[in-house]
């Protein structure tokens, strides 16, 4: 039998040509039989009648005969094939405001809870170790974000991956008409991805500037809770409600925002030379206090290769020998003019 006459279904549900011929056939009948249809159709129709009463299309005629057949509505059928599902869709919806009785039926404890937490002082600091809490408490204060979202974020470009799980929760913040601020250092100007991050969120309208040194890594929602991170732990936070703290953290963002500059989707050359003559007066001056390569690496947001190679060409500039040497040669003068050699971009 060639296989458009088979009465098998198609992968995609659709019902055979050969069970659609029957249905046309048993549509124009009141009832019929097995040998009726076999006859009329030029093939056995077994296994197309078994089609379409399995797809409640068929249904067995009243009377004795027990191969009787009769057409059943379309729309009927429907109703018949689809009363399981809605039935299951009613039981989840019921299942679903138990549920929500039950957790909201804890609303008041919860609350009655807080505010005596909030009155003694206990809960106002957190420390979350776990980078997936981490995570997913960020998530929960961005969604409930209403006035102003303020984040410093030290180290230079950020990781593509971060950015990528950043990108979509903070759109959805700047359409809700939530204000976004976010400072990262001068090295994240180099970084594409960020660059292009930056792009994407400040035609929402978040603002973004960039600064040499001094960050702190820090979220702040609504000048009301602030998360900063923990040295020497990597992914962890703590989590600030205590409001003289969140105020010094505000504050603290807000000195450093007047000092920072505009982030520019683009790098001109006459830019470039500018943050690179700014890096290295930064260098000069961590370096006059005897800190190491990669102490200095990690507060302007390079990596140690680049730091050694602007330490290498200052000391050259400065005609010293060693490092050392270099970091003698420098203290004595801070107020000394910028030392410019070729500049770098950072990596």
Same mark, same amino acid.
């Given at each position: 039998?060639?296989?458009?006459?088979?009465?098998?279904?198609?992968?995609?549900?659709?019902?055979?040509?050969?069970?659609?011929?029957?249905?046309?056939?048993?549509?124009?009948?009141?009832?019929?039989?097995?040998?009726?249809?076999?006859?009329?159709?030029?093939?056995?129709?077994?296994?197309?009648?078994?089609?379409?009463?399995?797809?409640?299309?068929?249904?067995?005629?009243?009377?004795?005969?027990?191969?009787?057949?009769?057409?059943?509505?379309?729309?009927?059928?429907?109703?018949?094939?689809?009363?399981?599902?809605?039935?299951?869709?009613?039981?989840?919806?019921?299942?679903?405001?138990?549920?929500?009785?039950?957790?909201?039926?804890?609303?008041?404890?919860?609350?009655?809870?807080?505010?005596?937490?909030?009155?003694?002082?206990?809960?106002?600091?957190?420390?979350?170790?776990?980078?997936?809490?981490?995570?997913?408490?960020?998530?929960?204060?961005?969604?409930?974000?209403?006035?102003?979202?303020?984040?410093?974020?030290?180290?230079?470009?950020?990781?593509?991956?971060?950015?990528?799980?950043?990108?979509?929760?903070?759109?959805?913040?700047?359409?809700?008409?939530?204000?976004?601020?976010?400072?990262?250092?001068?090295?994240?100007?180099?970084?594409? %991805?960020? #660059? =292009?991050?930056?792009?994407?969120?400040?035609?929402?309208?978040?603002? *973004? $500037?960039? /600064?040499?040194? !001094? &960050?702190?890594?820090?979220?702040?929602?609504?000048?009301?809770?602030?998360?900063?991170?923990?040295?020497?732990?990597?992914?962890?936070?703590?989590?600030?409600?205590?409001?003289?703290?969140?105020?010094?953290?505000?504050?603290?963002?807000?000195?450093?925002?007047?000092?920072?500059?505009?982030?520019?989707?683009?790098?001109? %050359?006459? #830019? =470039?030379?500018?943050?690179?003559?700014?890096?290295?007066?930064?260098? *000069? $001056?961590? /370096?006059?206090? !005897? &800190?190491?390569?990669?102490?200095?690496?990690?507060?302007?947001?390079?990596?140690?290769?680049?730091?050694?190679?602007?330490?290498?060409?200052?000391?050259?500039?400065?005609?010293?020998?060693?490092?050392?040497?270099?970091?003698?040669?420098?203290?004595?003068?801070?107020?000394?003019?910028?030392?410019?050699?070729?500049?770098? %971009?950072?990596?």
């Amino acid at each position: 039998m060639p296989p458009e006459e088979s009465g098998a279904a198609g992968a995609d549900g659709e019902l055979s040509p050969a069970a659609r011929r029957l249905y046309a056939y048993a549509v124009e009948r009141h009832v019929f039989d097995l040998c009726e249809a076999t006859a009329a159709l030029g093939v056995r129709a077994a296994a197309a009648i078994t089609e379409l009463a399995s797809a409640h299309l068929l249904q067995r005629a009243p009377g004795d005969a027990p191969d009787r057949w009769s057409a059943v509505a379309p729309r009927a059928a429907a109703a018949r094939a689809l009363a399981p599902l809605a039935l299951l869709v009613r039981e989840t919806h019921d299942e679903m405001d138990r549920l929500r009785g039950r957790l909201e039926a804890l609303v008041p404890a919860y609350e009655a809870g807080t505010a005596h937490r909030d009155l003694s002082g206990s809960g106002r600091l957190e420390l979350v170790t776990d980078l997936g809490a981490v995570r997913g408490l960020i998530a929960e204060l961005v969604a409930t974000c209403e006035r102003e979202l303020l984040t410093s974020q030290p180290g230079g470009g950020r990781p593509l991956e971060t950015l990528e799980e950043s990108i979509g929760r903070d759109e959805s913040l700047l359409t809700r008409g939530v204000r976004m601020r976010t400072i990262y250092q001068h090295t994240a100007r180099y970084s594409r %991805p960020t #660059a =292009a991050y930056v792009e994407r969120v400040t035609a929402l309208g978040a603002q *973004v $500037r960039t /600064l040499g040194d !001094g &960050l702190m890594r820090m979220l702040i929602f609504d000048e009301h809770t602030g998360l900063m991170a923990v040295p020497d732990r990597s992914g962890a936070a703590l989590v600030v409600r205590e409001p003289s703290v969140v105020h010094f953290m505000t504050t603290t963002f807000e000195r450093s925002w007047v000092g920072a500059e505009p982030f520019p989707t683009s790098v001109s %050359p006459e #830019a =470039a030379r500018s943050i690179s003559d700014e890096l290295r007066q930064t260098i *000069v $001056r961590l /370096l006059s206090e !005897g &800190l190491e390569d990669k102490v200095i690496a990690r507060r302007l947001g390079m990596s140690e290769r680049t730091c050694q190679r602007h330490i290498a060409e200052i000391m050259r500039a400065v005609g010293a020998k060693s490092r050392f040497q270099a970091g003698y040669l420098l203290s004595p003068a801070p107020a000394a003019g910028p030392v410019t050699p070729t500049p770098t %971009p950072p990596t």
